[in-house]
């Protein structure tokens, strides 16, 4: 279990990392006064109990006739803490709900950026190159029901409730491919994702993601549903 990358925290209320925000989920260039007011919440408890943990494994096949040259993966468990939980219950319990949802963006991009910091890592520290991503429930190889068993492998104080929704809520697990091949580069997190309508879709151009809904400042409608858990549907008139 290592400290969450340092050089991603230590940028957590830079302007740049703000002005992105603030670009990517459509605010008004007004708002980065109040993005870095809760940045600059959100960070201290970052700094104090975010963690990232990674297994490497191989898993033989039938036609693998050397363990060596069996397909190589690696489980890998990130969370930035209850911080983030607790400070947004405090949003909801003021009535804050713009704030409520600067915070789940600012620390859904910290998440994502951690990504691209373990890619490093790996080509860093390892022979392998990180090919794609599986997240459990994704696809066939990789249920939902796997997401218990990596938390069970893990040292880090990250649970799932009976609904296998993640506690800490700011946690991400995955199986990262892994191959020894260093002109294969990582696509990122949405290559091989077939839900083109999905919000949190990396494009080339994250321009290309427009708001669904405007209210007051708040850029995204789905952004409630995320926060409250509740449907979609129920924010449509």
């Not at 925290?9 to 809760?38: C, I, Q």
């Not at 392998?128 to 040292?155: D, T």
Request: hydrophobic share 35%; with cysteine; net charge negative.
């Amino acid at each position: 279990m290592d400290i969450f990358f340092e050089e991603l925290t230590d940028g957590f209320t830079s302007p740049s990392f703000l002005e992105n925000v603030r670009r990517k989920y459509h605010y008004r260039e007004e708002h980065l006064a109040e993005l870095s007011e809760v940045a600059s919440k959100l960070l201290p408890s970052i700094r104090r109990d975010a963690r990232w943990e990674h297994r490497i494994f191989r898993e033989p096949s039938a036609q693998d006739t050397a363990k060596d040259q069996a397909p190589a993966y690696s489980e890998v468990l990130m969370t930035l803490g209850e911080g983030p939980d607790l400070l947004q219950e405090e949003y909801l319990a003021q009535n804050l709900l713009s704030e409520c949802y600067m915070a789940e963006c600012l620390t859904a991009e910290l998440l994502l950026e951690g990504y691209a910091a373990y890619n490093q890592y790996i080509a860093a520290h390892t022979e392998f190159r990180v090919a794609r991503y599986h997240f459990p429930g994704s696809e066939e190889n990789f249920p939902l029901e796997r997401l218990p068993e990596i938390l069970a492998r893990s040292e880090m104080p990250v649970r799932c409730n009976e609904a296998l929704c993640m506690i800490p809520k700011k946690s991400v697990a995955f199986v990262a491919e892994l191959t020894r091949d260093k002109s294969v580069l990582c696509q990122g997190v949405c290559a091989g994702c077939a839900r083109m309508t999905c919000p949190n879709r990396t494009e080339t151009d994250s321009q290309i993601r427009q708001p669904f809904f405007h209210m007051t400042d708040i850029p995204l409608h789905y952004g409630y549903s995320r926060i409250f858990g509740k449907k979609l549907d129920s924010f449509q008139s």
